[in-house]
């Protein structure tokens, strides 16, 4: 925010008061960052179909924009913008309508402290990657109330899914995260990111022995997390026709899916941040360190649909075992192996 | 200025959303409705310079508790056909009993003497908040987590006991009892 407070402060000299220029850097911040959220849906949907059609030995959209079905996205975004906004008669109205939103918002507020380069982060808060954690919990709120709004059988059980599964996944997510913390001395995802500096072997991933494993454990709870294949239990369509969204049509329903995108973006955002050196080349000096953050976090999310298209999906108490019963207990091992690591070597402070 | 704006508008949504959730005739609507009460409260937090505690209000209240509440509320059958008796016999105590825990807060509040501190950007908490935690607190904090040890084991046996009785049961139950069977 800074960034474009300044910016602001540039082109209008003294013409805006600090509140102005605080109030038109922040909306700008948000617009950009709801844009690229929006963006992101729209890479990422075709991208995804362009994965699971290479993984399946077939070609996926091929016919809309010349190569590739490039614009396959934007028409079925003109295709979706037209569909009938759809209440069924016995939901609970202002719930159902309520709930899209505040999924979405719940994922724009952990926008806010994702660090892309130097400098251009919307909210540099010292309490960052605590922060990420706390509002994208705001999401299974909306998730249950969709789930509850639809008065629909399916959508109640993937929505008492979705939630059960968020809140579960949520620890091992957090856990992991803190040994890079410990290491960092800091929640401030700016000054984590500096941590890694000079080149891939200062990566928090490569540090040490445990938070090669603790960055493993992030990565499969992210997923379970973002309610993605292997996990996507909440959605699964032979058993819940497409679970808390099933009621959704139109506008709403691509809400649902922008959030969905949106997170997946988030979550490698994160990973990027925290273990793989963020805006941090792979060797050498920082070279226009907003595209290299985007391309980690990019190749993050096609791994994430490679696996999504290899893997068959897990039954529910295998999800929870998997959980409880060895990510947890790991990510306990990996915080005082780090700790111990750190005494060892002579890091503790 | 800027600030005092940003109270109101907090302080509006907490007031107002803490009165539907009290009005709300529908059970699952008030509980919903705690979403935008707590999430004021943890505005006013960030406010008052309280970071810590704004995002672990977010984090405890918003992330975990108010989906138990939720989860609760849903599964609770609501009744149909007799609507809770409405009347004055019922109105005047409640009333009489609101005035009476109005009066006891407004005393408390005026009847403390808050320190102030000098108004200015508000420096980060957490780095503080950690060391007190470890060093000046370090008993009460272990101690704490030692009974929410206790509760959990608790929680865990509460389960268990049930589980040989029905077989069905536990495949859908989550947490902490996904026992896999070869």
């Known amino acids: ?349 | 200025m800027s600030g005092d704006l940003v109270f109101y508008g907090f302080a509006l949504l907490t007031v107002l959303s803490g009165f539907f959730v009290v009005a709300s005739r529908n059970v699952v609507h008030a509980a919903f409705s705690l979403l935008f009460t707590l999430f004021g409260v943890a505005g006013l937090y960030a406010q008052l310079g309280a970071d810590f505690l704004a995002v672990t209000q977010t984090v405890v209240y918003i992330g975990g508790i108010l989906v138990l509440v939720i989860f609760a509320v849903m599964m609770t059958r609501i009744p149909r056909g007799d609507a809770p008796r409405r009347g004055l016999d019922r109105a005047v105590p409640a009333a009489i009993l609101a005035l009476l825990v109005f009066a006891l807060i407004y005393m408390v509040i005026v009847g403390t003497r808050w320190p102030e501190r000098a108004a200015g950007a508000p420096e980060a908490t957490v780095a503080e908040i950690g060391t007190g935690l470890m060093t000046t607190f370090v008993f009460p904090f272990e101690y704490a987590s030692l009974v929410l040890l206790a509760a959990m084991v608790g929680a865990a046996i509460l389960i268990r006991e049930r589980a040989p009785a029905d077989d069905a049961a536990d495949a859908d139950d989550a947490a902490g009892e996904g026992e896999v069977r070869s």
């Open chain 1, 1 to 349: 925010m800074q960034v474009m407070t300044d910016l602001f402060a540039r082109i209008f000299g003294d013409g805006l008061s600090s509140l102005g220029l605080l109030v038109a850097g922040g909306l700008t911040m948000a617009l950009i960052m709801a844009l690229v959220m929006a963006s992101c849906a729209i890479v990422f949907t075709w991208a995804e179909r362009k994965v699971a059609g290479f993984i399946q030995s077939r070609y996926g959209p091929m016919r809309v924009g010349r190569w590739h079905g490039v614009l396959q996205p934007v028409a079925d975004m003109v295709k979706i913008l037209g569909k009938e906004d759809i209440v069924p008669r016995d939901a609970d109205k202002p719930l159902f309508m309520l709930a899209p939103f505040v999924i979405f918002v719940g994922s724009l507020m952990a926008w806010a402290a994702i660090p892309f380069a130097p400098g251009f982060i919307a909210a540099d808060l010292d309490l960052g990657l605590f922060y990420i954690f706390a509002v994208s919990s705001a999401a299974t709120i909306g998730i249950l109330m969709a789930g509850w709004a639809s008065n629909n059988k399916w959508s109640l059980y993937g929505a008492a899914r979705g939630a059960a599964q968020a809140v579960s996944y949520e620890i091992p997510l957090a856990l992991a995260c803190i040994p890079v913390v410990m290491i960092t001395g800091s929640l401030n995802m700016n000054d984590i990111v500096i941590a890694q500096q000079g080149g891939i072997w200062r990566w928090h991933f490569l540090h040490d022995p445990f938070l090669f494993v603790a960055f493993l454990l992030y990565f499969v709870a992210s997923i379970a997390e973002v309610n993605r294949g292997p996990f996507d239990l909440p959605e699964t369509e032979s058993e819940l026709v497409a679970g808390y969204h099933t009621e959704y049509t139109g506008m709403r329903f691509a809400f649902f899916f922008l959030a969905e995108y949106a997170n997946l973006f988030l979550v490698s955002c994160v990973a990027t941040a925290v273990f793989l050196g963020g805006w941090q080349p792979l060797f050498g000096p920082v070279f226009l360190p907003g595209l290299v953050f985007v391309i980690k976090a990019v190749l993050l999310v096609l791994l994430q649909m490679w696996l999504r298209w290899t893997l068959p999906r897990l039954r529910v108490d295998q999800l929870m075992h998997v959980c409880w019963k060895v990510m947890v207990p790991l990510a306990l091992v990996c915080v005082l192996g780090a700790g111990i690591w750190m005494l060892a070597t002579g890091q503790a402070g």
